[in-house]
């Protein structure tokens, strides 16, 4: 008989790929016109709440998860251009965040 993954370890793997993906994106638009210093400061809180969120993945800590995905979103709300690729990033951190929380009640 074949183990499989499990459904948490997939996510687990999805937060990361999407915070890494988060990180290049970003850093791709840094350098774009009108750059400001206001830029790369938000760019800089928004990388990092999402590797924040990624760590807690990684080594199952929920309220670090929590962060990661709640930073997200409210940035992505806030800055709606960039919040395109920030939304999906904190959806994914969200669920992740979730399914760790239903499997350690068990």
Same mark, same amino acid.
């Given at each position: 008989?074949?183990?499989?993954?499990?459904?948490?370890? &997939?996510?687990?793997?999805?937060?990361?790929?999407? &915070? *890494?993906?988060?990180? /290049?994106?970003?850093?791709?638009?840094?350098?774009?016109?009108?750059?400001?210093?206001?830029?790369? &400061?938000?760019? /800089? /809180?928004?990388?990092?709440?999402?590797?924040?969120? *990624? &760590?807690?993945?990684?080594?199952?800590?929920?309220?670090?998860?929590?962060?990661?995905?709640?930073?997200?979103?409210?940035?992505?709300?806030?800055?709606?251009?960039?919040?395109?690729?920030?939304?999906?990033?904190?959806?994914?951190?969200?669920?992740? *965040?979730?399914?760790?929380?239903?499997?350690?009640?068990?």
């Amino acid at each position: 008989m074949a183990q499989g993954y499990a459904t948490l370890d &997939v996510l687990r793997g999805a937060s990361i790929v999407s &915070v *890494a993906l988060l990180t /290049i994106i970003l850093l791709a638009l840094l350098p774009a016109s009108g750059y400001r210093t206001s830029r790369l &400061v938000l760019f /800089i /809180i928004t990388i990092c709440l999402g590797w924040i969120g *990624a &760590v807690g993945a990684v080594f199952n800590r929920f309220r670090l998860l929590l962060i990661g995905a709640l930073g997200q979103f409210f940035l992505g709300f806030w800055n709606f251009t960039i919040g395109l690729v920030m939304l999906p990033t904190g959806a994914v951190l969200l669920v992740t *965040a979730l399914l760790l929380r239903e499997n350690s009640d068990t």
